[in-house]
């Protein structure tokens, strides 16, 4: 279960390396795959009601949605087709429920020959309108770029955790809705446009992230590219850290389970944050509010020697060494008895004092880790009367839970549940890629170094074991970017909105390995919709290179310090 000090060693070697992977011009990969090419549809799209059809699959309906109707960051997206429909359709046995893989499929009329799986986020449970948009706020959208896009429910069609009772949602949540879906949807592209995708991509972020993992590991041979953001390809034990952590909270004096906030107040956060801007905020020669180099930040910044520590109560100037305590555990990653971490570290970043990490940490555990860790990703699930989630203490359970028990459990299996939530949730040895690697795949990933719920040091250590595992060559079909002051998938002190599908689809297309990808703030009126977390000081449209690890951006000494040209991925 532990893992962030393993790579450490192979960590110095890549930082300290003068051939640096992610900055060539183009990739070195064993395969090429060819471009997509487009191709229009003339036919109408209710014609197709009546002709579509797959095994096990329930087309609903088929409409036009014209120019328009749909629009993205105030761009119009064009004529496409909608399809609606389920796959699967069963009575479970355990709770007497129908389920089905809800889905739909939008094919523009336009279309650039590719498709997308969009992976939706949370707990599923809803079919998300299927335009693809990623990265903060969207600037650009598979479904704006020509591409056919396909969500789902995964399996289930309220996102409540009850459904993790029925053993066949648990593994539909977490991996087979994909694998019954992709080979329909790859059908029904065939029966409207005459041909398959000549390219098929998976994006997601969130458990949307931790679906593309798995993808990249399970249907390797089914995409050609996946975009992965903050993923949590580790979800049930990010989970069961994020439950430990309300404990931890819950123990400082002077806090109640019912208020985790008073263990580390907003204003004690924002100390904090002051403190690690004040070491690490330089480092990469600017001093602007965000820290490039989180790496070399958390041995630049020590929690007990920077942040003065109360001798006479709390005002909002120090910390209690109660308080230093409980936040040195969690950021060092909450362990087990025996001293192993249950998920990872984290990093200190200047988002410390986002309130989605507040939210994360004060909330999320007893109103969505609690159902998710009791119900589906333990077993067996937890007794509940009636299978009803209004008979579940959310709290009763995080501050009753025993940790130890409750990482044995999600490697457990039981009676009818004859998977571990560590296998159905999880890409299996995700440091394999080698059958995307070997047909020509590519895989892109970001995390905001600031993810209060899954670690970017989580993904560093899966990004330092691929490389590993693949001589240090991984940078020839695999990225990884951090996206400093970046909170879950979107948001904090951060330039958060990026096109990565783009260059995505350029390296698998084309062959042409990102060198970095730009990014900006949604300031004001920003059609992707403002953050509203933005320093004052920070120019609205401020721009910054996103680097690939182990790359990091590097201010000219002389530029525009809101300008992206004036920094150097180095």
């Known amino acids: 279960m532990e893992r962030n000090s393993a790579y450490k060693p192979l960590l110095v070697t890549l930082l300290s390396s003068v051939f640096l992977t992610a900055c060539s011009s183009s990739s070195s990969s064993t395969a090429q795959l060819s471009p997509a090419s487009?191709?229009?549809?003339?036919?109408?799209?209710?014609?197709?009601?009546?002709?579509?059809?797959?095994?096990?699959?329930?087309?609903?309906?088929?409409?036009?949605?014209?120019?328009?109707?749909?629009?993205?960051a105030g761009k119009a997206i064009g004529e496409h087709c909608l399809v609606k429909g389920e796959m699967n359709r069963r009575i479970s046995s355990v709770d007497g429920k129908e389920y089905a893989i809800g889905f739909e499929v939008r094919l523009p009329k336009t279309w650039n020959g590719r498709l997308l799986y969009q992976a939706n986020g949370g707990l599923d449970g809803s079919v998300k309108p299927a335009e693809g948009g990623f990265a903060g706020g969207p600037i650009t959208n598979a479904l704006y770029q020509g591409f056919a896009v396909i969500s789902s429910d995964a399996g289930h069609d309220r996102p409540l955790p009850t459904f993790g009772y029925d053993p066949q949602a648990r593994l539909d949540y977490g991996y087979q809705a994909v694998g019954s879906l992709t080979p329909m949807v790859?059908?029904?592209?065939?029966?409207?446009?005459?041909?398959?995708?000549?390219?098929?991509?998976?994006?997601?972020?969130?458990?949307?992230?931790?679906?593309?993992?798995?993808?990249?590991?399970?249907?390797?041979?089914?995409?050609?590219?996946?975009?992965?953001?903050?993923?949590?390809y580790r979800l049930p034990l990010a989970a069961t850290a994020n439950i430990a952590g309300a404990q931890v909270y819950a123990s400082v004096p002077g806090t109640t389970q019912a208020d985790l906030s008073a263990a580390f107040t907003l204003q004690e956060r924002q100390l904090v944050s002051k403190a690690v801007l004040k070491q690490c905020d330089g480092l990469d020669g600017l001093k602007d509010g965000l820290i490039q180099d989180f790496n070399a930040c958390q041995s630049a910044f020590d929690l007990d020697r920077d942040v003065p520590s109360c001798h006479v109560g709390r005002d909002g100037?120090?910390?209690?060494?109660e308080q230093k305590n409980a936040v040195t555990t969690i950021f060092d990653g909450v362990r087990l008895s025996n001293g192993e971490r249950v998920y990872a570290s984290f990093p200190y970043d200047a988002g410390i004092s986002n309130q989605g990490q507040m939210n994360w940490e004060y909330s999320a555990p007893m109103k969505r880790d609690s159902g998710a860790v009791s119900m589906i990703f333990q077993t067996p699930p937890v007794e509940l009367k009636d299978l009803s989630i209004r008979n579940f203490n959310g709290s009763e359970y995080v501050f009753n839970a025993d940790i130890d028990e409750l990482v044995k459990k999600v490697y457990a299996t039981e009676g009818i549940y004859q998977e571990a939530s560590m296998r159905f949730m999880t890409p299996q040895n995700p440091e394999n890629m080698s059958v995307m690697r070997d047909r020509g795949g590519k895989i892109m990933v970001y995390h905001g170094v600031s993810d209060p719920?899954?670690?970017?040091?989580?993904?560093?250590?899966?990004?330092?074991?691929?490389?590993?595992?693949?001589?240090?060559?991984?940078?020839?079909?695999?990225?990884f970017y951090p996206v400093p002051g970046m909170a879950h998938c979107r948001g904090g002190q951060s330039v958060d909105q990026f096109d990565m599908l783009t260059p995505l689809v350029n390296w698998v297309e084309k062959g042409e390995q990102p060198e970095q990808v730009m990014a900006s703030a949604r300031g004001k009126n920003n059609p992707g919709g403002e953050n509203k977390e933005l320093p004052d000081d920070w120019s609205e449209n401020r721009t910054r290179p996103l680097c690939p690890f182990p790359t990091v951006a590097s201010y000219d000494g002389k530029g525009d310090p809101e300008s992206a040209a004036s920094f150097t991925c180095k």
């Open 38 to 72: 487009p191709e229009r549809l003339t036919q109408q799209c209710e014609a197709f009601a009546d002709q579509l059809a797959y095994q096990n699959t329930s087309i609903l309906s088929v409409e036009s949605i014209a120019k328009g109707d749909v629009s993205v």
């Open 186 to 232: 790859k059908s029904v592209v065939s029966q409207v446009y005459g041909k398959a995708p000549d390219r098929s991509y998976f994006a997601g972020c969130s458990n949307g992230g931790r679906h593309a993992m798995v993808a990249a590991t399970r249907y390797a041979d089914q995409y050609d590219g996946f975009l992965v953001g903050a993923p949590g």
């Open 453 to 479: 719920i899954f670690s970017v040091q989580d993904t560093q250590d899966w990004y330092l074991a691929l490389d590993q595992e693949n001589q240090g060559k991984a940078g020839q079909f695999a990225q």
């Open 317 to 321: 100037s120090c910390l209690t060494p």
